[in-house]
């Protein structure tokens, strides 16, 4: 039989389009269904603000780092750890290259289950579900979501489903065509959102809620928490960054992509408590729900508007829905663009195995909602103790791996890669900014992420 030909290296239409879909992967319900109730949480301005701190200091380095190991290598992520020829241990490089095809399918199987969530509320929406809601009926609808087996599983799968198609077609007919459309939908509804809450909401008690920061409320905590929540947003250390970056060609400038990233990523996680809060304020319902923020809340304040509130509801949940869909599609292209390029399989092949796989791990994470609730798989390790199948996934893809990721490919492109070619690479020729760069990931992020991480996994500052 004939050896099957490896997939060509595809590459982006333009810059353009890569911001797209790289913004399309930072931007999802980490920004809209996390980042507000994550904030109200811990206080609004002070975490707001150490929030920005760590996106400059932690985020845009390691976003250049991890589009320099793509572009450089024009390699989906293990090869791409190999392809640098490193003189020390190449072993280690290996397993990280490993984790940056693993971390992103661990962070699918419970993301897909909320992205269906986001399905379930926006036909939900749409028919007319959340009309008319009596006291309590809101938190009873998602409690019942919660408890039903079938219908979590339906909407993971319809949310799997999509994912899988858009990426079996390939970067530019799947991935590209996709940002293309959903990304200014996106950004477009955001803004009729923030318009309308700032309008009709109490938009300067927003403003002040995050922006005056209340110095007595920072602690290791929340400095913590903002870490967790910036590697997140920003997709790092999970393989979508690096992927996306090898499609890059050479005449893009990765410091300035990094940039823009950054601060799309940032902007929207501020545009959504801006269409979030002003209404939550005004219509004097709890801010700091948790994560039933966007979905018991939200509904309430919906119904309340009347007529219109069932448009908006519509909306913020095809908002929701979108953002998730452009996160899914860089979290499988990873494993994907790596076994199609390996020459062993076709993408839409690869593409199916690898979405059948996660979709498999992810029909025990819907169930840990419910039947599998109390089942602790690792119960008897006390640090594993209290976590269920999706606490468990949860906390050693995004909390640990991701993490432990991002810090060991800071001392990759600081320590084992030659300076030279990190310095062509970063075309900023050999100035202060590239130094300062440079200087962040040898020293300031893999200390600063160690702490994090070390606190993250162990707790050793509680
Ligand atoms: N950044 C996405 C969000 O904020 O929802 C989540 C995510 C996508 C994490 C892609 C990691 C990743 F590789």
Redesign the pocket.
């Given at each position: 039989m004939n050896k099957m030909q490896a997939a060509k290296h595809e590459h982006w239409s333009s810059g353009f389009t890569f911001l797209l879909a790289a913004v399309g992967?930072?931007?999802?319900?980490?920004?809209i269904w996390?980042f507000p109730y994550v904030v109200a949480e811990n206080g609004g301005g002070a975490f707001v603000l150490i929030y920005l701190a760590i996106v400059v200091v932690f985020g845009i380095p390691l976003l250049m780092s991890e589009l320099m190991i793509g572009r450089k290598s024009q390699k989906p992520p293990l090869d791409a750890m190999r392809s640098f020829k490193v003189s020390k241990a190449q072993r280690l490089w290996d397993a990280v290259g490993w984790s940056y095809l693993l971390v992103?399918m661990g962070?699918l199987t419970f993301?897909s289950v909320v992205a269906g969530w986001t399905l379930d509320y926006a036909i939900g929406m749409g028919i007319g579900t959340f009309n008319d809601l009596k006291e309590g009926e809101s938190a009873q609808i998602f409690a019942d979501l919660q408890a039903s087996p079938a219908k979590l599983i339906f909407w993971m799968t319809l949310s799997v489903g999509i994912t899988v198609g858009i990426v079996a077609r390939g970067l530019k007919s799947g991935l590209e065509q996709t940002v293309k459309i959903l990304m200014p939908a996106l950004f477009a509804i955001l803004v009729i959102l923030v318009l309308y809450a700032s309008i009709t909401g109490d938009f300067v008690r927003s403003f002040s809620f995050m922006f005056t920061p209340d110095f007595s409320k920072i602690t290791p905590e929340l400095v913590l928490m903002a870490a967790g929540q910036a590697f997140?947003?920003?997709?790092?250390g999970?393989?979508?960054?690096m992927v996306y970056g090898s499609y890059l060609t050479k005449d893009i400038s990765i410091p300035k992509m990094a940039v823009g990233v950054a601060f799309a990523?940032t902007f929207v996680a501020l545009l959504a408590g801006f269409a979030i809060f002003p209404i939550v304020f005004a219509f004097g319902v709890d801010h700091a729900a948790g994560p039933g923020l966007v979905f018991v809340t939200l509904p309430i304040v919906f119904n309340d508007m009347g007529g219109i509130g069932q448009v908006f509801g519509l909306l913020f949940f095809l908002l929701l829905a979108f953002?998730?869909v452009t996160?899914t599609i860089?979290?499988l292209e990873p494993m994907v663009a790596q076994l199609s390029e390996s020459g062993k399989i076709k993408r839409p092949r690869a593409a199916i195995y690898a979405g059948a796989a996660f979709w498999f791990v992810g029909i025990f994470v819907a169930l840990s909602n419910n039947i599998l609730a109390e089942v602790y798989p690792l119960g008897f390790i006390p640090l594993f103790a209290g976590m269920n199948i999706e606490g468990l996934i949860n906390f050693l893809a995004a909390n640990v791996f991701?993490v432990l990721n991002g810090m060991l490919v800071a001392i990759f492109v600081g320590w084992a890669v030659k300076r030279s070619v990190t310095l062509e690479e970063m075309g900023l020729g050999d100035s202060v900014i590239f130094k300062i760069w440079f200087a962040l990931v040898r020293f300031v992020v893999p200390v600063g992420v160690s702490l994090i991480f070390l606190d993250v996994a162990f707790g050793i500052f509680q």
């Open positions: 992967s930072a931007v999802g319900l980490g920004n996390r992103p962070i993301y997140f947003s920003l997709s790092l999970s393989g979508a960054i990523d953002a998730a996160s860089s979290l991701m």
